[in-house]
C-alpha cells in the first residue's frame, strides 16, 4: 500500500456488504483531505447480480464472483469481508497470506477455535485487521465511555444491556445461514456480540460466564422450530424472497439471555432477542455506576434516526447524536477487538474473550475525485 493511493475491495453485497461499498466511496465526506485517495476496484458476491449491482451503483471498477480473485488481485490492498460467519476464516486467512489489510464483520468466527486462529494470523502479521463492532463509532456511547474513563461517573458497578431485534419474528421469515449452525451461533452470535462488546467497551474484559452446562444463570431457546427455505437469494433477512413450501430446522437460538462478570468487578446483565415484535433494531443499555446512573437507548423503530443517551436524575442531558452515525460513515473505521462470543457446543463457557489487540483499520482515504465510470461486466482480471 502506497501513501498515494489504497485500493479497496468488499467480499459480499448482502445486506451489511452493501454498507462497506457505501462506506468507501463516501469516506472522504467522512475524513479529513491529506489523505491517500481510496482506488474502489472491486465488489465479489458468489451472486454475480448482486456484485455487479453493488459495483455499479457505487462506481467500482469491477464485479467479480469468487473471493479468491480479490485474494489474486494486485491492485487492491484493503478488503471487507461482509459474508456469513463460516466463512470469515479461510476468506481472512488468504487475505493476510496475500498482504492485504482486513477488515472482517462481526462476529469475528463462528467458533472460538476459528476466532483463535485468525487472530494468531493477524497478529503474526504486519497488517491492519479489524472487526466490525459498529457500535463503537457512536459519538454517544465515545462520550459515556470518556466519562467513565475520567472518573466523572465513578467505578461501573453494574452493565445492563439488551439487544431486542425482530427479523426472525415471523414464523415464515426465510431460512438463512443465520438459523444454522450451533447453540450460541444465532442472536448471541448475530446481535448479541454487538452487546458483549458494548459492554466490554465500557466496563473491560469479561471475565466469566456462567458454564453452558449448568445452564445457570443463562438461557438460550428456538421458539421458532423451522423456517421455509427460499427459492431465490436473500438479502439479509429478506422479507421479500419467494419462498418454497419446504421448511428446514432452525439450529440456533432465537432468544438467549445471560449473566456476567467482568474483570473489574461489574457485574453483567445480558438480554437478546431476534424475535422481539415491533423492534427492528432496538439496542439499549445501562450503566450504574458509584456516580450515578446513565442510559443509553437506540430508537427501535425504523423512522427514528438517531440514539439518545442521558444521564437518570436531575441533571438530564443529550450526548452526542451525529450525521457520523455507524451505517453514514459505513463502517469505517472499525476499532479491533476480536471478540469470540460464541461456542460450538457446551463444552466452553458460552462467551469467551480473545486477546484484544488495539489496532484501527485505518482506510481514511478518500476517493479518487475522478472515478471511472463503472464497467462492472467486465473481467477484471
Ligand atoms: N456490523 C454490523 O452492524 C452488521 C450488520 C449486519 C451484518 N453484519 C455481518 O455481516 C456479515 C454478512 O451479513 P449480511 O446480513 O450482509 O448477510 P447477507 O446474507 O445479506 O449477505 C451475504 C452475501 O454473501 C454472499 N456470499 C455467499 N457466499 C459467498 C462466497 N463464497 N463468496 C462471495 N460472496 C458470498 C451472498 O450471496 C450474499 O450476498 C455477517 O458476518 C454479519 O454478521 C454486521
Request: aromatic share 6%; hydrophobic share 40%.
Amino acid at each position: 500500500m502506497g501513501n498515494s493511493s489504497i485500493g479497496v475491495a468488499v467480499i459480499g453485497a448482502g445486506m451489511a456488504g452493501r454498507a462497506h461499498v457505501s462506506g468507501y466511496r463516501a469516506a472522504s465526506t467522512m475524513f479529513d483531505s491529506d489523505l491517500p485517495d481510496v482506488r474502489l476496484v472491486a465488489v465479489a458476491d458468489a451472486h454475480k447480480p448482486f456484485a455487479v449491482d453493488a459495483a455499479m451503483r457505487y462506481g467500482y471498477e469491477c464485479a467479480e464472483t469468487s473471493w479468491e480473485s480479490i485474494v489474486d488481485a494486485p491492485d487492491v490492498d484493503a478488503v471487507s469481508v461482509v459474508v456469513a460467519n463460516d466463512l470469515h476464516r479461510p476468506i481472512v486467512e488468504a487475505l493476510l497470506a496475500a498482504g492485504k489489510h482486513v477488515l472482517c464483520e462481526k462476529p469475528l468466527a463462528p467458533t472460538v477455535a476459528d476466532a483463535e486462529a485468525m487472530v494468531e494470523a493477524a497478529e503474526k502479521s504486519d497488517l491492519v485487521a479489524a472487526v466490525g463492532f459498529t457500535f463503537r463509532r457512536s459519538p454517544a456511547i465515545n462520550a459515556i465511555r470518556q466519562q467513565i474513563a475520567d472518573g466523572t461517573l465513578g467505578k461501573v458497578m453494574h452493565f445492563n444491556g439488551h439487544y431486542w431485534c425482530d427479523y426472525g419474528f415471523n414464523k415464515d421469515a426465510p431460512m438463512s445461514w443465520r438459523y444454522r449452525g450451533a447453540k450460541g451461533s444465532g442472536a448471541l452470535s448475530d446481535i448479541g456480540s454487538h452487546l458483549i462488546d458494548l459492554g466490554e467497551f465500557l466496563s473491560g474484559p469479561v471475565e466469566s460466564v456462567p458454564v453452558c452446562r449448568s445452564r445457570r444463570g443463562s438461557v438460550l431457546s428456538t421458539l421458532i422450530p423451522d423456517r421455509p427455505i427460499p427459492l431465490g437469494t436473500a438479502v439479509g433477512h429478506a422479507a421479500t424472497v419467494a419462498l418454497s413450501e419446504t421448511r428446514a430446522p432452525v439450529e440456533n437460538e432465537d432468544v438467549v439471555t445471560f449473566t456476567a462478570t467482568f474483570k473489574n468487578g461489574t457485574v453483567g446483565t445480558f438480554s437478546v432477542s431476534r424475535v422481539a415484535y415491533g423492534l427492528p433494531n432496538g439496542l439499549g443499555f445501562e450503566v450504574f455506576c458509584e456516580g450515578g446512573p446513565l442510559r443509553s437507548t437506540w430508537p427501535g423503530q425504523r423512522s427514528s434516526a438517531s440514539p439518545t443517551a442521558h444521564r437518570q436524575g436531575s441533571c438530564s442531558r443529550h450526548l452526542p447524536s451525529s450525521s457520523r452515525s455507524p451505517a453514514s460513515t459505513g463502517f469505517l473505521p472499525y476499532q479491533l477487538s476480536p471478540t469470540a462470543c460464541t461456542t460450538s457446543g457446551c463444552s466452553k463457557p458460552s462467551l469467551l474473550q480473545l486477546t484484544p489487540t488495539a489496532r484501527t483499520l485505518r482506510c481514511r482515504s478518500a476517493p479518487s475525485a475522478n472515478q471511472h465510470l463503472p464497467q462492472p461486466e467486465r473481467n477484471c482480471r
